[in-house]
T-cell receptor, first 113, second 114 residues
Framework: AQSVTQLGSHVSVSEGALVLLRCNYS??????LFWYVQYPNQGLQLLLK??????LVKGINGFEAEFKKSETSFHLTKPSAHMSDAAEYFC???????????FGTGTSLTVIP | EPEVTQTPSHQVTQMGQEVILRCVPI?????FYWYRQILGQKVEFLVS????????KSEIFDDQFSVERPDGSNFTLKIRSTKLEDSAMYFC????????????FGSGTQLSVL
């Protein structure tokens, strides 16, 4: 069984501040982990993914995430928030050959000017 | 970049009516999915479809739901007799293979059941 937990349904940061969105996963097999972003009235867009290899993965728009097996975490970070980063962010888990993605409840990011 | 297209973007229907949500997956993809997101809740898996048959479905996907790939491009989700609790955003997704590396999502159809 697989699941993800996103801590904090709402996060507010000031423009230029560090963005940290938390995701912890549970998986009985090696996980594939993803962050998706959803802008208003749009679909889910892949930000970044971890499958195998380097545990620090870089995505679009300056985001990155680090897979930490010991902590079962895959937190999303960005050094400096931009107004355009305001959106809903979803963490998801699957496995190699997996037929389903399991999503977290999402974190709404607000960027304060 | 190729994208998954969903129509309509909004659908309003009366309880008990049938609705069909339409999706055009990316053309060379082989695996197709429907997910839904009830307001304020998780994005939930409904069903996956491969080689013209359902490969996996969730508990949500009961007899009221069906999927079809009527031609080489469209992928549809039908709800036979809608209930109030079917109100949600429905996302179609496709992937080129089954290794779970990436899903491409459409922009969703917001279904409102009155």
């Amino acid at each position: 069984a697989q699941s993800v937990t996103q801590l904090g349904s709402h996060v507010s940061v000031s423009e230029g501040a560090l963005v940290l969105l938390r995701c912890n996963y549970s998986s009985s097999v090696p996980p594939y982990l993803f962050w998706y972003v959803q802008y208003p009235n749009q679909g889910l867009q892949l930000l970044l993914k971890y499958t195998t290899g380097a545990t620090l993965v870089k995505g679009i728009n300056g985001f990155e995430a680090e897979f930490k097996k010991s902590e079962t975490s895959f937190h999303l970070t960005k050094p400096s928030a931009h107004m355009s980063d305001a959106a809903e962010y979803f963490c998801a888990v699957t496995a190699e050959g997996g037929n389903q993605f399991y999503f977290g409840t999402g974190t709404s990011l607000t960027v304060i000017p | 970049e190729p994208e998954v297209t969903q129509t309509p973007s909004h659908q309003v229907t009366q309880m008990g009516q049938e609705v069909i949500l339409r999706c055009v997956p990316i053309s060379n993809h082989l695996y197709f999915y429907w997910y839904r997101q009830i307001l304020g809740q998780k994005v939930e898996f409904l069903v996956s479809f491969y080689n013209n048959e359902i490969s996996e479905k969730s508990e949500i996907f009961d007899d009221q739901f069906s999927v079809e790939r009527p031609d080489g491009s469209n992928f549809t989700l039908k709800i036979r007799s809608t209930k109030l609790e079917d109100s949600a955003m429905y996302f179609c997704a496709s992937s080129p293979d089954r290794v779970g590396e990436k899903l491409f999502f459409g922009s969703g159809t917001q279904l409102s059941v009155l």
